[in-house]
């Protein structure tokens, strides 16, 4: 039972880790006029608040559908191959192939072909609305390696015992067991959950779900203000893919997040922010981290930063920014949003961006929470197959959030969508509404836009199924031949989503999943003939369908596609790619100067 009067802040903390400063500066805005980050919308429910889950992990690998061909690695960065598949040159099993076919250390090589596999990743707690806080936060682990790894962690720099508090979910619903590491190894295929913090009698959290199994920390490890934080940070001995959930088993929580993560290679020194949504039950938020001491970060915020925590005030459309040590986190939660915000910085860092709980469409219940790490600017796409999970019935017209990184961006959908923006300037967001699927593209590369999907609240179906999601597209040109992924099997809806184009020949390649073999029922999304979906259930009620289950699964195609991994269950969602190259694929800069 939890007590009646909850401990003191102060006594959930641990000292030093969370308390940490920032250097900061501001300048007034430098030359132009108006502001970034201007939202538009093209019909009602627009202005809601609204989120996305998400609760998997992944893998990708192999390339992307631009029209360059070349010799490349793999899927297994075992074998150097070109464009027929002709191997050229094979690995040894201790090592692993770098582009231009040089065999080097496993974690060499993943960082090499970017894309979420790596050794090296960054985790923060989520801030969550009050009710739901204090959970468990963990992170998902898949070995993509051929030997058994080994799992090191810290938070804010001090080490803590990965093997001891990792384990192997088996089983799914309420059969779910969770056994220990066989050796204190994560075997080949396996995935293992890091039991990464909760509080143990903390707050007085209506919907708060702890660990199932004994967490590294146990301690408040999430900020529910503005201000700086440490971070989880997660190493292999070889390569995996992850991503994180708040909370583990959350679909009792009813304020479930979850996000793929992108190994510290792939992070970047631009971005343009997006977030959840905007402010109702709870408000939107943006966290920024480094990877390397001292690291200078620079921002042009879309609306004005209301500051504290050692975060600085600063007004809309000027620049100023702060100063990041390793690992540390700068979170801006605030009722304003922050999405289309430019930011740089003189090192690497990464960005994300969510809400603590949303409500899509504007009062409708319930609201849920959000949080997904973002791609640098030169990752995004200048085009994008938009499909979402299933319907539910009842009112599911869904929205699309796009913003916009370049002046002058014009877009092109098939099929039309009503409300649609023709056009984007950079640092502009707009919402779209629509329950079908669809393609849309820019003029050229080196236009870029980011485009995200949200679920909408429980009440809008008669079942109450699913609940406000916020969930990355992945671009085409990052799309991979191959994932290893996970679908978190303590929810009760499970589909997967496939999206694929024909190739330079004009030919569809036939997609393949472990469970289920080659994937049938594809449509035709717009009247080009030329880009396909197929939405694919693997759970209903808790009931696997034919012979696929939620848990640990790969699907591999002889050319690239995308694949998003949806769950739900009463009032509760989640939404995760599956995996992505993360390859630049523009030259495109954007300063953090005022519109």
């Keep these: 039972m939890k007590p009646a009067t909850p401990p003191p802040l102060s006594t959930l903390l641990l000292p030093g880790l969370l308390a940490t400063g920032l250097i900061v500066g501001c300048q007034a805005g430098v030359g132009g006029t108006g502001g970034g980050g201007a939202e538009a919308s093209n019909g009602p429910g627009a202005t809601g608040t609204g989120i996305i889950a998400g609760t998997g992990g992944n893998q990708g690998f192999g390339g992307n559908t631009s029209e360059t061909c070349e010799n490349h690695c793999t899927a297994d960065l075992k074998k150097f191959v070109d464009c027929d598949g002709n191997i050229l040159s094979e690995c040894p099993p201790d090592l692993g192939c770098a582009p231009g076919g040089a065999c080097v250390e496993p974690c060499e090589a993943a960082a090499a072909n970017k894309s979420t596999v790596g050794c090296d990743f960054y985790s923060v707690t989520p801030p969550v609305v009050m009710g739901s806080r204090g959970g468990c936060f963990a992170a998902m682990v898949a070995n993509t390696w051929t030997t058994p790894i080994s799992i090191d962690l810290d938070y804010g720099g001090m080490p803590l015992d990965a093997a001891a508090h990792t384990f192997v979910p088996v089983g799914q619903g ?8 066989e050796g204190g190894m994560l075997q080949p295929g396996q995935l293992g959950v890091v039991m990464l913090s909760h509080i143990d009698g903390g707050f007085l959290e209506v919907y708060q779900v702890d660990c199932p199994q004994p967490p590294a920390l146990v301690a408040s490890t999430q900020l529910e203000a503005t201000g700086a934080l440490s971070s989880f940070r997660v190493r292999t001995s070889a390569p995996v893919v992850a991503y994180d959930v708040y909370p583990w088993g959350g679909a009792s929580s009813y304020a479930t997040s979850a996000t793929l993560l992108l190994p510290t290679p792939s992070w970047g020194t631009n971005i343009v922010t997006a977030d959840g949504w905007t402010k109702e039950n709870g408000q939107p938020f943006t966290q920024i981290i480094a ?3 001292n690291t200078t970060v620079t921002l042009a915020p ?8 050692g975060i600085p005030a600063l007004p809309a459309n000027s620049v100023g920014g702060f100063t990041l040590m390793q690992g540390q ?13 430019k930011v740089s910085a003189d090192k690497p860092i990464s960005v994300w961006g969510g809400s603590s709980c949303m409500n899509i469409p504007a009062g409708m219940t319930a609201c849920d929470a959000a949080h997904q790490q973002l791609l640098p600017v030169s990752a995004t796409g200048s085009e994008y197959i938009a499909a979402r999970y299933p319907s539910r019935g009842g009112d599911d017209n869904a929205p699309y959030t796009f913003v916009g990184l370049v002046d002058g961006t014009t877009l092109t959908f098939d099929p039309p969508i009503p409300g649609a923006p023709p056009t984007l300037s950079s640092g502009q967001v707009v919402i779209v509404n629509t329950t079908e699927a669809f393609y849309v593209k820019s003029q050229d590369s080196e236009h870029p836009f980011y485009l995200a999907a949200h679920m909408t609240g429980g009440d809008t179906n008669p079942s109450g199924l699913g609940d406000p999601e916020y969930v990355n597209i992945v671009p085409p040109g990052q799309y991979l031949s191959k994932y290893l992924f996970v679908a978190d099997p303590t929810y009760a809806y ?11 020949n004009g030919e569809f390649h036939a997609v393949n999943l472990d469970c289920a073999g080659e994937i049938t029922g594809w449509t035709a999304v717009g009247s080009s003939g030329n880009v396909e979906v197929a939405r694919v259930p693997i759970v209903v009620g808790f009931q696997g369908q034919g012979s696929c289950q939620s848990g640990v699964h790969t699907a591999e195609s002889a050319a690239p596609f995308g694949l998003t991994v949806w769950g739900y269950d009463s009032y509760a969602s989640y939404a995760y790619p599956a995996g992505m190259a993360i390859e630049p694929i523009n030259s495109v800069v954007v300063p953090p100067v005022p519109q």
Excluded at 329 to 341: E, K, P, S, Y
Aim: proline share 2%; glycine share 12%.
């Design 174 to 181: 309420g059969s779910l067991t969770y056994q220990p590491l």
């Design 494 to 504: 499970t589909t997967f989503v496939f999206t694929r184009e024909k190739d330079k």
């Design 291 to 293: 990877a390397e001491d």
């Design 329 to 341: 986190v700068a979170q801006i939660l605030q009722d304003n949003r922050l999405a289309g915000t």
């Design 302 to 309: 879309s609306t004005a930063i209301v500051g504290g925590g």
